[in-house]
């Protein structure tokens, strides 16, 4: 079964920048959009980016606006948060979330990633 797996997490100070991936663990016939979602220890998981399934249109969370960047290979491929100026704010696991379909005949299914932590200090 087809998974997605995380890279890229760490520790930074304010100001410095990291570069999470996103790839599925084996090849796949069709996906849908990539979205970036992140929870921070005693919050709710909050939607950070996204990506459509073309590669075409992307949308960020008001707080990481300017920040933050989301793209992909392509529609099958390794999808990137590429994050720059990040803040305290931003600590969180941060997790992919994906509808994929490993062959032609599979369903769509929901894929999330298992989560990569992002510490930002002061």
């Known amino acids: 079964q087809v998974v997605l797996v995380e890279s890229g997490g760490g520790a930074v100070q304010a100001g410095g920048s990291l570069r999470l991936s996103c790839a599925p663990s084996?090849?796949?016939?069709?996906?849908?959009?990539l979205f970036w979602y992140r929870r921070a220890p005693g919050k709710e998981r909050e939607f950070v980016a996204s990506?459509?399934?073309?590669?075409?249109?992307?949308d960020y969370a008001d707080s990481v606006k300017g920040r933050f960047t989301v793209l992909r290979d392509d529609p099958l491929g390794t999808g990137y948060l590429h994050m720059y100026n990040l803040k305290p704010k931003d600590t969180a696991t941060y997790y992919c979330?994906?509808?994929?379909?490993?062959?032609?005949?599979?369903?769509?299914?929901?894929?999330w990633g298992q989560g990569t932590q992002v510490t930002v200090s002061s």
């Open positions: 979330n994906q509808e994929i379909a490993a062959t032609e005949s599979d369903p769509y299914r929901q894929c």
């Open positions: 084996g090849p796949i016939w069709s996906a849908g959009g």
């Open positions: 990506i459509d399934y073309k590669n075409q249109i992307t």
